[in-house]
Nanobody, 117 residues
């Protein structure tokens, strides 16, 4: 069964940093693109970043220059390094396998990131 477990969220002051991790199983990790999404209270889930199988990255304008997505194929893990955090980054963050986006198993359970001012 496909399973994504994301973790690493927490409470941090504005300007601080966090690194989120997502461990995948049940897929051939190295041949799948990976992504991060987030959902703030009262808002729709939004795309944050994507990393391709070849290591190319893309970011939402709201996080560009502050967040970095990376992957370690040997560990079946994707990361999201978040620097210069802002209160508006507060959300539940979810990792995602884009090819499985319409399936429950293609998403992590979510990890809460709270940024205080």
């Amino acid at each position: 069964q496909v399973q994504l477990v994301d973790f690493g969220g927490g409470l941090v002051q504005a300007g601080g940093s966090l690194r989120l991790s997502c461990a995948a199983s049940g897929i051939i990790f190295s041949i799948n693109h990976m992504a991060w999404y987030r959902q703030a209270p009262g808002k729709q889930r939004e795309w944050v970043a994507t990393i391709t199988t070849g290591g190319s990255t893309n970011y939402a304008d709201s996080v560009k220059g502050r967040f970095t997505i990376s992957r370690d194929n040997a560990k079946n893990t994707v990361y999201l390094q978040m620097n210069s955090l802002k209160p508006e980054d507060t959300a539940v963050y979810y990792c995602n396998v884009p090819v499985l986006a319409t399936m429950r198993g293609g998403w992590g359970q979510g990890t809460q990131v709270t940024v205080s001012s």
